[in-house]
């Protein structure tokens, strides 16, 4: 087994692969970064852009290639989703387990806009009831943004369920795919996704730096720009263009990430996404029934099957901080400690104080690698 071993897949995939690797620096060595359209050597960019479009609306299962945007990050996507969609006086609803790439939007848009958020509750364990979301709708309730799976809980939400709820009473829905996306299945029409937003550099196994969102049939007329800037198009006008994509991709696009985008989304094609599934979730199971034997408190629902590849748990003799350091410096096993920028969800896990140790697998972890993580958490933790 080779150290270090890297158990932090849901902060950043350690994985890519080799056709992926071999894109870019063909890229890099052939390419005299000439942007899209915006140059008279920008053919091959183009057709690039498009292909990638074209692929990832596939992927998911959107109405066309213009309707996939390309963004720095999921952050920054959710920014300008909620920030576009939502004005003062509306209402919008969560829930309690998001990522503070939703929940600080929100919160700003609250305190400064004049947007009444509803967080929806949450078991212990992450899990939701759909049924909580007709009770709390309004007359000026117009969005509903929630993740698939908790960062921190791993439980997987019950997102086609509340999103056909509140489809019923005509909400705007958007989903944070951050921790799903080239793990779980994800069909926006079937799960009544107008918007999804998706990150590159985690289980779509593509580089940091690159996300994007992807937008369901005609709602883009309901989403107003929120950054704005050159596009190479319509460059007269003092106006942001009103066309897709150019609408929501001002400035100069991340190439590098794009092309890993698509190198890694066809190898993940070419593997089976159900394999990456079931791979992965046998890990997480194998580590979850480990863990029973030892002096720890487990977080989530401890079933692999409801959940994405996390883990996190909390040892009551030893501060969470204090022993993902001591698995780094005394194992090489690197985790990832702390609040996991998801302070609601510790607050429904009970963890606001002590935070929690995150285990997070992805393709390259081994079985051997799970037994051992096992072995050095026993060493610190009984022996």
Known sequence: MKLPVYLNHA????????????????????????????????????????????????????????????????????????????????????????????SRPLHLLETEKN??????????????????IAAAIRPETKVLVMTHASNVLGTVLPVKACFEQ??????????????????????????????????GHKSLMGVSGIGGFVLGK?????????????????????????????????GTLNMLGIISLKSAVRAIQEYGLEQIMA???????????????????????????????????VAPTIDTNELAQQLADDFQIITRSGLHCAPLAHETAGTLKTGAVRFSF??????EEIDYTLSALEAILVN
């Open 218 to 250: 005609d709602i883009e007329k309901q989403l107003d720009p929120w950054l704005t800037g050159g596009t190479g198009s319509a460059s007269m006008s003092l106006k942001q263009p009103a066309f897709l994509p150019d609408k929501f991709e001002p």
């Open 279 to 313: 791979q992965e979730r046998m890990l997480t199971a194998r580590f979850l029934k480990g863990l029973q034997a030892l002096p720890v408190q487990i977080l989530g629902t401890q079933e692999a099957k409801c959940s994405v590849p996390v883990v996190s748990i």
């Open 166 to 199: 509140a489809k019923k009473q005509g909400l705007i829905t958007v989903l944070d795919s951050a921790q799903t996306a080239g793990f779980l299945p994800i069909d926006m029409e079937k799960m009544s996704i107008d918007i999804l937003s998706f990150t």
């Open 115 to 132: 947007v009444a958020v509803t967080r929806l509750f949450c078991e212990k364990d992450g899990t939701l009831d759909p049924k909580q």
């Open 11 to 102: 902060a950043t995939s350690n994985h890519k692969f080799e056709t992926t690797v071999n894109e870019l620096c063909t890229y890099l060595k052939e390419n005299n970064n000439n942007n899209t359209n915006r140059s008279a050597n920008g053919l091959n960019e183009a057709n690039l852009l498009f292909e990638t479009r074209q692929l990832l609306a596939r992927f998911f299962h959107a109405p066309d290639p213009a309707h996939v945007i390309f963004t720095s990050s999921a952050t920054m996507s959710l920014n300008m989703i909620l920030h576009g969609l939502l004005k003062p006086g509306d209402h919008v609803l969560t829930t309690m387990v998001e990522h503070n790439a939703v």
């Open 362 to 367: 992805g393709l390259e972890t081994t079985t």
